[in-house]
């Protein structure tokens, strides 16, 4: 049976729409927006305390919108915001069925709480695949995934599950030894015409592996799809040369407010208009309008009806580059550059290997009652976790933690938990997740990014 009929019909409703969608001309797109962001802003005001309050002291209602512009009367909220509000920005009891909960590393090290539909996950896939489709992918390809889940080994020593319905081969970015990578590789080359989806720092370990070891590529993987930390354009160039195909990128975020992607013939970021209503605003709160400036990313999303959040800033900075992408014509906001807590941070295996930080960003209730987290590390194969507790913090949440984490590691790592008053940045304000102290050149693989 076609994935896209397993997948339902909401899915392949969403993913018809998304198809045409993406080639609306501008005034199509905004129409659309603006019916979507009146939408949100009744379902907010009728059924949330928190917008209600907000609403109501700067004496505006929903009737108000006639232009998208006319959005800006709003307040933007922040991750402080929904941490502080989390019940009062729900339009339903969350105890209903159809409510997830999803928890999320998010900026700074501090954990997220979010509230979100079921149904948001057909909607989102839906424009996934189709960005995917910009690059050759189809739903039915085997899709070789290189991320954070848990993956038992086999016999052989190879991390390897495989999900029939989406034809999804998983294996560990947790398990990056050279044995691992050499078992890995060897099992991609056997699941024909594929795509892999990876984090930027994971691929970046298997090309240089491949370059070190003259090892031999898999002549059957037709992309790359590298999300969830920042992409180095010399990184997408090596990997592509390795690969021999295209390194291809999608941004979006756990709060569901802004979707991008790349297109056939560009890396930039055509961001989605069927997903949200984009902004990007300057350090005093302004649109950013003129070419090769920057703004924070800030998104009114349209597929979260749980916990709607409006005019929320997400943290992440890129380059505004037009309304319009000269490659494919599509008339999306195009940004380019895409900077902020998506950094590539490693911890350092007991065997030299590295170990993404994003891998280790639990969706679940591992840091519940943690108001920031740090890992901390001087030797190979040991770190410290550095947490700053929240109220009600115990036992039985390190315990969890120790467990939890301690699964995903699968003892190439061992750590402790040491309580603390604060976590700061690093000098360079850049290692938020991993305060790494074991130089580069006692690692085993050189992955240092080629930031600048
Ligand atoms: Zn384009």
């Known amino acids: 049976m076609p994935p896209a009929w397993l997948l339902g019909g909401m899915f392949r409703g969403q993913h018809k729409h998304a198809q045409n969608?993406?080639?609306?001309p501008i005034e199509r797109s905004r129409a659309y927006q603006l019916e979507n962001v009146r939408a949100i802003l009744k379902l907010t005001y009728e059924r949330t305390p928190f917008y209600r309050r907000v609403f109501d002291s700067l004496g505006f209602h929903p009737q108000d919108i006639r232009t998208l512009g006319d959005l800006s009367q709003l307040p933007t909220v922040d991750k402080q915001v929904v941490s502080e509000n989390l019940s009062d920005m729900c339009t339903k009891s969350i105890s209903n069925?159809?409510?997830?909960?999803?928890s999320t590393g998010g900026g700074s090290g501090t954990?997220?709480?979010?509230?979100?539909?079921?149904?948001r996950s057909s909607i989102e896939y839906a424009h996934l695949v189709t960005s995917l489709e910009r690059v050759g992918y189809h739903l039915g390809m085997p899709m070789a995934v290189l991320r954070g889940r848990t993956v038992q080994a086999d016999r052989s020593g190879l991390h390897h599950e495989y999900d029939p319905i989406l034809r999804h081969h998983y294996y560990s970015a947790l398990h990056m030894s050279d044995g691992d990578m050499a078992r890995c590789l060897a099992h991609i080359a056997t699941i024909g015409p594929c795509f892999l989806h990876v984090?930027?720092?994971?691929?970046t370990a298997l090309a240089r592996f491949i370059l070190r070891e003259g090892k031999e590529v898999p002549k059957n993987v037709r992309g790359i799809i590298a999300e969830s930390e920042i992409v180095?354009?010399?990184?997408r160039r090596m990997v592509e040369d390795v690969f021999a195909c295209r390194c291809f990128s999608c941004y979006g975020q756990s709060e569901k407010v802004a979707l991008a992607a790349g297109c056939e013939q560009s890396d930039d970021y055509h961001v989605w208009p069927t997903y949200g209503y984009f902004e990007l605003l300057d350090e005093r709160g302004q649109p950013v309008t003129t070419p090769g400036r920057q703004g924070?990313?800030?998104?009114?999303?349209?597929i979260n009806t749980v916990m709607p959040l409006i005019r929320y800033r997400t943290g992440d900075w890129a380059i505004y580059v037009g309304d319009r992408c000269e490659a494919c014509g599509r008339e999306h906001t195009i940004i380019r550059d895409i900077r902020g807590h998506r950094t590539q941070e490693v911890l350092i295996a007991g065997d030299g290997s590295e170990i993404p930080w994003a891998a280790l960003n639990m969706h679940d209730d591992t840091f519940l009652r943690v108001r920031q987290f740090q890992f901390m590390q001087e030797t190979p194969g040991r770190a410290v976790l550095r947490i700053l507790p929240a109220e009600g913090f115990g036992a039985k949440d390190s315990g969890r933690i120790q467990r939890n984490l301690g699964r995903k590691l699968d003892s190439q790592l061992s750590f402790t938990i040491e309580l603390v008053d604060a976590i700061s940045l690093s000098a360079r304000g850049k290692a938020i997740y991993v305060d790494q102290r074991i130089p580069q050149e006692k690692r085993a693989s050189s992955n240092a990014p080629c930031d600048t």
């Open 232 to 235: 180095y354009p010399e990184q």
């Open 21 to 24: 969608a993406q080639w609306w």
């Open 97 to 102: 069925s159809d409510v997830d909960f999803v």
């Open 111 to 119: 954990p997220l709480r979010l509230y979100l539909n079921a149904s």
């Open 296 to 302: 924070e990313i800030v998104g009114t999303g349209f």
């Open 199 to 203: 984090y930027p720092s994971s691929i």
